[in-house]
């Protein structure tokens, strides 16, 4: 029998659709900066407060789909470099299934404790109480409209068809807040508005399964009664939930201990820093949102090469791209908390910015072999890696936080965040025979280099102006001088035609 060669995505498909994700998570962060003040002062913050209670609640359940979205896309990724389009429908419509399932029975579960929730759990006062439940009874009407649309984006995802997800992405965010906006102004209350969120939600999810179905035309929902690879997405989900539980602790319980140990308002003194720094982090999931299904095409043996050329240039290009924003935050953040915050502020939370932006580096580079371990069929060892980081986590904050304060958190998190790295870049070498040999050797002394260069500069306008203002403005100029030296100098000119390309690319040429 003949083997049909594997179908593998182009490597400037892959940067145009990274480039996509980038300026669509750009757009959705500047929708928000300009609708949350209008939102909070429209509805009240006790009213606001409720809302935003109603999507993190929305945020744990759609928990509910067990990995199965992550699977899906691996799986089909897998099955579409082999050109096996039945099995693709049958795994398709399993995930359609299986996710339709746990939504129905995770919304129906919300709406009978709506009224525990919104009475019990919360203590809505009086005057929320029927609107906290109306709010929780939308709540339970979106969790199997999110899970399915789940389904429906890992399915394009593994179709590369990022132009598609991206284009209705940002379109509905703008509709959802600008509707919540103009419903909040004209003295609406929070429960229509978060209807109102759930029914921009559901178109999203009826374009993004109407794409699915031009792609699959062939797809029938409940066709069969068997549902094929229920049991191998379920093993292969089971780990991705429990990096996905564990990752949120990991995340918010420095801030949790340092409420408990300092005060609350050390806790917005290391909140505003920790979400400043962590910003630079939408470069890799941008990324990694397109590597995941073509790290998937390129499993087989006989893309072992192209797999290694992936991994590398991956990592490569993130350290390109993130080493100068890293070192803007650590010479001049303080500058810029000053001006944004005040120069009080500024003095207090500096120190955490600059600790941080070792483990944001860090952690900035994990997703590359996180991403790789989980399509390569390794999503135990993620899962492991967490488990494992958890006590340790909670012994450095339980001993940091007491002496240091926000300080001793930043450094519990940086210390959690480069032993994370570290372990995931082991177990790609080891498992995935993943290697950085090459990059050490030929591109790391370059971007070091850079680097240091880049840094030399920061600080010396650091020392010799006076100007906050001209500070950040001197230092966006040399990080901008060192992105056209990284062009000249670092970038392989066999890559630099690829790299041209993709914005022809942005300009509407077609996926393929």
Known sequence: ???????????????????????????????????????????????????????????????????????????????????????????????????????????????????????????????????????????????????????????????????????????????????????????????????????????AAAAYGAMVFHLLPDLRLFRTRSLHGLSKLLRFGGWVSISQLVSPILVYLDRVLIASFVSLAAVTLYTVPYEVMTRLRIIPSSLVGTLYPAFSERGGESQKVQLQRLYEGSVRYLLLVLVPGILFLFVLGPDLLGVWMGSSFAKQTSAVLEILAVGVLANALAYVPYNLLQALGRPDLPGKFHLAELPLYVFLCAALIPRWGIAGAAFASTIRLVLDSALLFWATGKYCQCSLGNFWVSAFPRILTLGCVLGIALYAIRLVFNSPWARLGLGVLAVGICLLATWVFIVDNREKPRISGVLRMLLGQSAV
């Open 1 to 203: 029998m003949r083997v049909r060669p594997a179908r593998l995505t182009s490597s400037s498909l892959l940067a145009r659709n990274a480039t996509l994700n980038l300026v669509t998570e750009g757009w959705i962060f500047l929708v928000l900066i300009v609708a949350m003040p209008k939102l909070v002062t429209f509805l009240g913050e006790t009213s606001f407060g409720l809302f935003s209670l109603a999507w993190v609640v929305i945020g744990y359940l759609s928990f509910l789909d067990i990995g199965v979205n992550r699977a899906a896309t691996k799986f089909v990724s897998d099955h579409l470099a082999e050109q096996d389009p039945d099995t693709i429908h049958k795994l398709v419509r399993t995930a359609l299934v299986s996710n339709l399932a746990l939504g129905l029975a995770g919304g129906l579960a919300v709406v009978l404790a709506s009224p525990y929730l919104s009475h019990s759990v919360f203590k809505v006062s009086g005057d929320l109480r029927n609107q906290a439940l109306l709010t929780f009874y939308g709540v339970g009407l979106a969790v199997p409209v999110l899970l399915m649309q789940g389904v429906f984006r890992a399915v394009l995802s593994s179709y590369q068809r990022f132009g598609r997800i991206n284009a209705v992405n940002a379109l509905v965010t703008m509709v959802q807040w600008g509707v919540a906006g103009v419903l909040a102004w004209t003295g609406h209350g929070v429960a229509l508005i978060v209807f109102s969120t759930v029914i921009a939600r559901m178109l």
